[in-house]
């Protein structure tokens, strides 16, 4: 398996706890029993109700922009797996994640507690992100909305970094680091362009 050298590193990515931490997670632990085979390939996977896990690539690029380190408490809006959360907490950090299908939130705590991951995970709409648990050192969102959330920058302590795909529906979209200086001060760089499946809204 030569996942992480092939394809994370052999692109730039040079966090060395993030490539620690994308060695040591098992994602085929992650992935339903048709795609075994595919686990450690170059793109994403179905997981059910029309949802990916993400490219271990994108994972890693967001993982890194997040430039956390352990200790910090980082909130994922969009579960899927689990495994991104597996690999923030695989790399030391406080992880709280949400996801809005119940089925998957499930499936992912399940595998999260038989791996010993201690995540913390909630099923809601992730747009209004964790308030009682707030403030993040780190947000990272996995699904694409058509704007930022407004509800999750107010939720970045400062220094705080959030990493979100934003994108019109159907198209490619482009993935954004925002930073919040010590004096409130917000900061946007591109990361590229991306395909993330939508973020969905809770029905009123
Ligand atoms: N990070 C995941 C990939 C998830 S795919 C992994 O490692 O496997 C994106 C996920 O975001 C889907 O499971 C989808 O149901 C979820 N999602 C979409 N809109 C959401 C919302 N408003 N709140 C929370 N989760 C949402």
Not at 14 to 33: G, I, W
Not at 104 to 121: H, N, P, S
Request: net charge negative.
């Amino acid at each position: 398996m030569s996942m992480v050298e092939d394809q994370i590193e052999a692109r730039g990515i040079e966090s060395s706890s993030v490539l620690a931490a994308m060695a040591a997670v098992p994602r085929h632990r992650f992935v339903q029993d048709d795609w075994q085979g595919s686990a450690y390939r170059d793109h994403p996977l179905p997981i059910g109700y029309g949802q990916t896990i993400s490219q271990p690539y994108i994972v890693a690029l967001m993982t890194e922009a997040l430039d956390v380190a352990p200790g910090d408490r980082v909130l994922e809006i969009g579960t899927g797996s689990g495994y991104q959360a597996a690999v923030l907490a695989e790399m030391g950090l406080e992880v709280y994640t949400i996801e809005i299908i119940p089925e998957l939130a499930a499936r992912a705590e399940a595998t999260l507690r038989a791996l010993g991951y201690a995540v913390k995970a909630g099923t809601s709409d992730g747009y209004f992100g964790w308030l009682e648990e707030a403030p993040f050192d780190g947000i990272i969102v996995t699904a694409a909305p058509d704007h930022l959330p407004q509800p999750l920058l107010g939720q970045l302590a400062p220094g705080g970094v959030m990493v979100i795909p934003v994108g019109p529906i159907g198209a490619v979209q482009t993935l954004w680091r925002f930073s919040v200086a010590d004096d409130g001060a917000v900061l946007a760089e591109s990361l590229g362009a991306v395909a993330f499946v939508p973020f969905t809204r809770a029905e009123e």
